[in-house]
């Protein structure tokens, strides 16, 4: 059982920036693509960005230019930077691998203001 624990999430205004955490157990973290996803209410959940261990890293449209995902070997965890917010990236922020397969965990909330 993976227990996957987002932080970092916040409220800021239109052009502010957040970086979240994912942070798993060591024998898991190089063995797979890492993805961070979001979700609005009503919503389908959707990939934001995804990171292989080799580094290769890929992003919806919604993002690109604006979002980097990141992942530091050494901590085992997985970042998502996140710049020039607007409020249509308000949203539960999850991590997990990809394609996802684990149990999600409670993600963590980003509310961006106009």
């Known amino acids: 059982q993976v227990q996957l624990v987002e932080s970092g999430g916040g409220s800021v205004q239109t052009g502010g920036s957040l970086r979240l955490s994912c942070t798993l157990p060591q024998s898991l973290f190089s063995g797979y693509y890492m993805g961070w996803y979001r979700q609005t209410p009503g919503q389908q959940r959707e990939m934001v960005a995804r990171l292989s261990g080799g580094g290769t890293a890929a992003y919806a449209d919604s993002v690109k230019g604006r979002f980097t995902i990141s992942r530091d070997n050494a901590q085992n965890t997985v970042y998502l930077h996140m710049n020039s917010l607007n409020p249509e990236d308000t949203a539960v922020y999850y991590c997990?691998?990809?394609?996802?397969?684990?149990?999600w965990g409670q993600g963590t909330q980003v509310t961006v203001s106009s």
């Open positions: 997990n691998r990809w394609p996802p397969g684990w149990d």
